[in-house]
């Protein structure tokens, strides 16, 4: 099912932005909870879904970087602020899961080689979560966004990459931009 993103916001819904940018659409607190409701049935579905196998003539073990092993949910989770913590060290290689574990939602997936650096300096899913926090304060709802890490990610580049886009398209991790076609925009770039 494709999304026209203006299907997210009312025609009423348009705060005025300073001249030289257009007016910023927000989506109302029913469009937000339709929005969080269709996120959460997807991914609810792939927690309850066994995953389909591919049968192979050789009896091959079960990788641990396998995306089916891997639940975000079940994953310790840490305040966002963990980055400003002082760390002796630029960190390790991971995955990392932005979570609102108030709605049970995985929003965003995302990979690194050095953990405690990789939100220290600009990074567009600290906007995203900012203006989605924003808009949950002006309705009054709550939201406990935290982050979880994966600690047992490839250390070589590529894989890491490659396990971190299987991770994104399986879940459909609303602020990954492999996901905007499915969820729209609300929260992405002013």
């Keep these: 099912m494709e999304t026209n993103q203006l299907d997210l916001f009312s025609p009423t819904d348009i705060v005025r932005a300073p001249l030289n940018r257009s007016p910023l659409l927000l989506m109302d607190d029913i469009a937000l909870s ?32 396998d995306p089916n092993f891997i639940d975000p949910f079940t994953l310790h989770l ?42 220290k300096g600009v990074h567009d899913c600290k906007r995203y979560i900012e203006n989605y926090q924003d808009l949950h304060h002006r309705y009054k709802l709550e939201t406990a966004v935290n982050i979880g890490f ?9 894989p890491r990459q490659r396990l971190e886009l299987e ?24």
């Excluded at 995985?106 to 050095?114: A, P, R, V, W």
């Design 34 to 65: 339709k929005w969080k409701k269709q996120i959460a049935i997807h991914q609810q579905q792939v927690t309850t879904n066994e995953p389909i196998e591919e049968v192979s003539l050789f009896d091959v073990p079960k990788s641990h970087v």
């Design 150 to 158: 994966w600690w047992d990610a490839p250390v070589p580049t590529r």
């Design 78 to 119: 840490s305040a966002l602020s963990f980055y400003r913590l002082p760390v002796d060290s630029p960190g390790q290689a991971c995955l990392y899961f932005v979570i609102d574990s108030t709605a049970n939602l995985l929003l965003y997936i995302g990979e690194t080689c050095k953990s405690n650096k990789r939100w």
């Design 167 to 190: 991770l994104i398209k399986k879940w459909k991790s609303p602020f990954n931009k492999e996901n905007w076609k499915y969820w729209g925009q609300p929260f992405g770039k002013e």
